[in-house]
């Protein structure tokens, strides 16, 4: 495996981790507003 390639590899995984962390962001985030507008009463 060359530097480059490595390098590649490494972009591609970090970009499937972000998108991991924004799907399960959005699926936290409509549970977590009716208990922020509950406490906000």
Known sequence: MTGW???FILIGVSALT???????????RPARRPSHR???R
């Not at 972000?18 to 936290?28: H, P, S, T």
Request: aromatic share 18%.
């Open 5 to 7: 390639s490595f390098f």
């Open 38 to 40: 509950a406490a906000a």
């Open 18 to 28: 972000a998108q991991l962390f924004r799907i399960v962001d959005a699926i936290e």
